[in-house]
């Protein structure tokens, strides 16, 4: 195994166990507070690791990669996930992320860079029926439509901002994620003084959860995230939506005890079957 690769694995795990991770954070915090927090902490984390690494000041040509990277990457998306887990679990918020493989193929077709076959359209078509599925599971909760929405809402702004990491000048991934990190976390405490959602009353818990979300799926994984776009580009980097449906799904019912309904095996088997029809290339086939 390459080190793209383990880099890969290693970056469904930190974002797999994110959403669970959110359900605990909710418990004492709002989205907002969360997305803030978060993004602060992994500021924190990355920019020491860019001073003792000692990888120099952000490059000024790179200005709207970080800007671009930290709003439409980091500052939504990391809102409108805890927004929505707030009516959907963490087991469908996970199985809902797994589409953005989809999204961006969909978004590489609409700006130019890629045209799709009439497989990929099938494939991307099957994804999206995998995600009304997933939806559908969630109608036992009020509100629950909107919270799925929120959640592939953030699907699109990851794959826009993948688009976006891949065309930015910067290619040291340490740089490049504190930089990014250091706006995001300005624009999060910014929003989060202005928001009126109020101070949370953290449990221990939730404190817990918070700091675990900002130092692994946030500062770590924005490191891991620019490497690999580096290494192999966005579509390689898109196969880790292959394995964070499972891993959530898998964590989701076995330490959340998230209730089992056969519409979520079934839906993520349909984004999966998806992603593997709009991936896969005429004429070569699987061993």
Known sequence: MN???????????????????????????GPTAIMAGRLVIGALCVSAAAMVMRVGRPLVSGWWQYLGVAAIGNCVPFFLIPWGQQTVSSSVAGAIMGTMPLVTAALATAVGIEALSRRQWAGLGIGFVGLLVLAQSQTQFSGALHGSLAI????????????????????????????????????????????????????????????????????????????????????????????????????????????????????????????????????VVSA
């Not at 930190?14 to 669970?20: D, E, I, L, R, V």
């Open 152 to 283: 592939f809402g953030a699907v699109v702004c990851y794959a826009l901002s993948t688009l976006i990491a891949r065309a930015g000048p910067d290619h040291n991934p340490i740089r490049a994620g504190a930089a990014t990190l250091c706006l995001s976390g300005l624009i999060g405490a910014a929003a989060f003084v202005t928001s009126g959602e109020g101070m949370p009353t953290w449990s221990g818990h939730s404190a817990w959860a918070v700091v675990y979300l900002g130092v692994l799926p946030t500062g770590i994984a924005a490191v891991l995230y620019f490497k690999v776009v580096k290494l192999r580009g966005p579509v390689f980097l898109s196969q880790v939506n292959y394995m964070i449906p499972v891993i959530s799904l898998l964590i989701g019912l076995w330490i959340m005890r998230d209730p089992f309904v056969w519409a979520l095996p079934i839906g993520i088997g349909l984004v999966l079957s998806g992603l593997a029809l709009a991936r896969r290339k005429p004429g």
């Open 3 to 29: 080190l793209a690769w383990v880099l890969l694995v290693g970056l469904a795990l930190a974002w797999g166990t994110s959403f669970a991770t959110m359900e605990v954070a909710l418990e004492g915090a």
